[in-house]
């Protein structure tokens, strides 16, 4: 239900999330975008510095999912920087509003302590999908053109990101099979306001084999802040 006026409100797709997820086994050599984009964890930069005639070779288990953002508030969701902030990227060839607009954790069950290192996903905001009778109105232009065409989530759109996306997971190439929490969390600093941010974190059970490059996702539900 969209709200008829008022703030932006984002609510992230738990069913997605839970859904999504998958272990993925890629070589630190299809990654080099991702490594420009600090995606992934120090163990990975230590190879390429240690290694630097084998570490394209070298493998990484990242646990992939997708992060599905809806803007279920009564006015747009817009980026709190001015576009002559934005970011070119030059591996994705657009420009990203936003440096921090979704981070993911996994936790060891009942604590906070981190057990892989987290990283805060940049992202391109648009309208990647939209309810019946309303027409997109943010799209990311990819292309060697540098102008900066707005950028948002209209009320009863949504920002997909889907797991086969460059940074769209977490590294666990240096984690040990077992239970742990994943966190996923947008807006999590709070620089655009919403009408609540009681809907702005998804928290899951998570079950990794990395042995069998397997993991079980469940209990997925929505948090506050």
């Not at 992202?123 to 943010?138: H, M, T, V």
Request: hydrophobic share 30%.
């Amino acid at each position: 239900m969209i709200r008829p006026a008022g703030l932006p409100d984002l609510v992230i797709d738990p069913e997605e999330v839970e859904k999504s997820a998958f272990i993925d086994n890629q070589s630190l050599g299809s990654l080099t975008c991702a490594l420009e984009e600090k995606c992934l964890s120090d163990s990975a930069y230590l190879v390429r510095a240690r290694e630097p005639r084998l570490w394209k070779s070298r493998r990484r288990k990242l646990l992939r999912f997708t992060n599905k953002v809806q803007n279920i508030g009564g006015s747009d969701y817009r980026p709190h920087t001015d576009p002559a902030q934005w970011q070119w990227h030059s591996c994705h060839s657009h420009f990203h509003s936003v440096e921090s607009f979704s981070d993911y954790d996994l936790t060891y069950p009942g604590t906070n302590r981190r057990a892989a290192q987290g990283h805060k996903a940049s992202f391109c905001l648009e309208d990647s999908e939209c309810k019946a009778g309303i027409p997109q109105r943010y799209r990311c232009q990819i292309g060697t053109s540098r102008e900066r065409f707005p950028q948002g989530i209209r009320a009863g759109c949504a920002d997909v990101y889907a797991s086969y996306i460059d940074c769209q997971w977490i590294d666990v190439t240096d984690l040990q099979s077992g239970p742990y929490t994943l966190r996923v969390r947008v807006n999590g600093n709070r620089m655009v306001a919403e009408e609540s941010f009681d809907n702005n974190q998804v928290i899951c059970r998570v079950r990794l084999d990395l042995e069998r490059e397997r993991t079980q996702v469940s209990n997925c539900r929505l948090a506050p802040l």
